[in-house]
């Protein structure tokens, strides 16, 4: 009521009361003190002191309600502590011990122990746990193969002791086959073109292909090629009736086509020309002396005969002769004359004699006439004299009559037939135009005839 107690005790008041009565109201008062205190902590990582968590040393006041209701402030001297968490990373082939446990297995694994500030410390291991490899490799080259910095080129097992990639022992083992590249030739022959390997080839030649064998290497193959090209061809036949061409007979002339394969196996188109010639018959009349000669055969009787030959066309033709065949005839005849020399059918004879000429008679024959001539001057005939003759005997050119005592004569020359050939005044003719041959040579003087024999050379 107005006054201020700072000590324990019962206290009086004396008032009015609502009634406007005297009151009296006594206080029966208890003051208690506030107190102050101090406290100590030690902790791991965090503590919590009156609802609040501390997680670092320091000192903290908490004021309070002592038992006794009155403010109450107290200290607290607070030490945390923390532990040390360590995370190892490991990396093992097949197993790794740690903290005395053996782990197998990669994963993540922890440790729990108190340290010397009296906390829990939880270690943890990231583990790899790596395993050692054992490869089987099989592989098949040609020729030869690298295996890890080796090279091989025999077919075998071969096998390595390495660190594989993750650094454990690594056992390799190769199983090696190796095959050999091949060589081959091939020979062809074909039509125009010849496709080999996915090319056409036109022309004849060696050409190279380079493959893969059945065992997968390289094969090198040369073709020998022999390019034929197809032909087209003209035949040209003459026949009689008929012709048979490519098993197909033929009457008539015309042109006519055939398809055939050549020598070279290529297709060949020939085209026939034909001609059809027929045979034809005839009638041949002749007249002969004595014989006739006619397709190799000798007739001597007149009558019908009959050949078979080829005609212009080449074709049988069959011939009928219708021959007469006519003989010679030989007659004679005397002459006497009182003249010198007497002229017959061209010839001058100057001595008696007898004379023979061959002549054509009506029919056309050989007529022999026989000439026996007496002329009136009786001048005696030399057939040889020893004193004249002709040089030079043989002649071919110049000839000269030698040991005439008179050389004013004249000279006649006769053929072997009693032809007068040449007739010269003087002694020396010219005998250069005349054929080879024997000549008879009458010399003629005043009184005398001299027989004298020439026998003519070749000028050349």
Request: aromatic fraction near 10%; charge should be negative.
């Amino acid at each position: 009521n107005g006054t201020t107690y700072n000590e324990s005790g019962n206290y009086t008041s004396y008032k009015t009361n609502v009634a406007g009565c005297d009151s009296v109201v006594t206080l029966h008062l208890t003051i208690n003190q506030p107190t102050t205190g101090d406290t100590t902590a030690v902790a791991c990582e965090t503590f919590t002191w009156d609802g609040i968590t501390y997680t670092e040393s320091v000192n903290y006041t908490s004021y309070k309600s002592n038992s006794a209701g009155c403010d109450s402030v107290v200290t607290l001297h607070l030490t945390i502590n923390n532990p040390v968490h360590t995370a190892v990373t490991e990396t093992a082939c097949e197993s790794f011990t740690w903290n005395g446990e053996t782990y197998t297995v990669s994963g993540d694994y922890t440790y729990s122990h108190t340290d010397a500030n009296g906390c829990t410390q939880v270690d943890t291991l990231h583990l790899t746990i790596n395993q050692p490899t054992f490869d089987d490799t099989t592989a098949v080259a040609c020729e030869s193969f690298t295996w890890h910095g080796s090279n091989y080129t025999q077919s075998g097992n071969y096998t390595i002791y390495t660190t594989n990639v993750v650094g454990c022992d690594s056992v390799a083992t190769l199983h090696l086959t190796i095959n050999q590249p091949t060589t081959g030739d091939t020979t062809a022959t074909a039509c125009e073109s010849f496709t080999w390997d996915g090319n056409t080839y036109t022309e004849s030649g060696n050409y190279t292909s380079h493959r893969t064998n059945i065992a997968g290497c390289d094969s090198m193959v040369t073709l020998h090629l022999t390019i034929n090209q197809p032909t087209t061809g003209d035949t040209t036949a003459t026949t009689c009736e008929s012709f048979t061409w490519d098993g197909v007979t033929y009457t008539e002339s015309g042109n006519y086509t055939s398809y055939r394969t050549n020598i070279a196996g290529c297709d060949s188109v020939v085209t026939l020309h034909l001609t059809i010639n027929q045979p034809t018959t005839g009638d041949t009349t002749a007249t002969a002396c004595e014989s006739f000669t006619w397709d190799g055969v000798t007739y001597t009787e007149s009558g019908n005969y009959t050949s078979h030959r080829t005609n212009i066309a080449g074709c049988d033709s069959v011939v009928t002769l219708h021959l007469t065949i006519n003989q010679p005839t030989t007659s004679e005849f005397t002459i006497e004359t009182a003249d010198s020399c007497y002229e017959w059918n061209g010839e001058l004879y100057c001595t008696s004699g007898d004379y023979t000429q061959t002549l054509t008679d009506a029919n056309g024959c050989d007529s022999t006439v026989t000439l026996h001539l007496t002329t009136s001057v009786g001048i005696p005939t030399h057939e040889t004299v020893a004193n004249v003759y002709l040089a030079p005997n043989p002649a071919k050119n110049i000839c000269r009559v030698i040991g005439l005592s008179d050389p004013s004569c004249t000279v006649h020359l006769y053929d072997m037939r009693g032809r007068l050939i040449l007739r010269e005044a003087g002694s020396e003719f010219d005998v250069a135009i005349l054929p080879t041959g024997v000549y008879m040579v009458k010399v003629f003087t005043d009184d005398k005839v001299f027989n004298l024999k020439l026998i003519k050379q070749q000028t050349h």
